[in-house]
């Protein structure tokens, strides 16, 4: 059985930083292209960034571009966002996720194994 479970979530002021974790078990981590998605009160949930396992290519949503970043750890089966320069309207629930293929994995329905989520509040 696949898990994964999200962690490293709190609460932060403006301009702080967090760093989620994903341990990853039950799956061949090492092959599986990972992505984080979050998801605010009374909104879809939208893809923040993703890293395949080949290569270690990242993608960006465009609202987090330079301020987060996505890493992985084979050995250790975990994936992490690193997210700095903390803003009110990064607020979310973030969830990572394991996509069902490996590349292009941007769209919620690319991805078949997801965390609980971890809570992040950012307060102004």
């Known amino acids: 059985q696949v898990q994964l479970v999200e962690s490293g979530g709190g609460l932060v002021q403006a301009g702080g930083s967090l760093r989620l974790s994903c341990a990853v078990s039950?799956?061949?981590?090492?092959?599986?292209?990972m992505g984080w998605f979050r998801q605010a009160p009374g909104k879809v949930r939208e893809f923040v960034s993703t890293i395949t396992w080949i290569g270690g290519v990242t993608n960006y949503a465009y609202s987090v571009k330079g301020r987060f970043t996505i890493s992985r750890d084979n050995a250790k089966n975990t994936v992490y966002l690193q997210m700095n320069s903390l803003k009110p309207e990064d607020t979310a629930v973030y969830y990572c996720?394991?996509?069902?293929?490996?590349?292009?994995?941007?769209?919620?329905?690319?991805?078949?194994?997801w965390g609980q989520g971890t809570q992040v509040t950012v307060s102004s």
């Open positions: 996720a394991a996509c069902k293929q490996d590349w292009d994995c941007i769209n919620h329905s690319d991805y078949n194994y």
């Open positions: 039950g799956r061949t981590f090492s092959r599986s292209t």
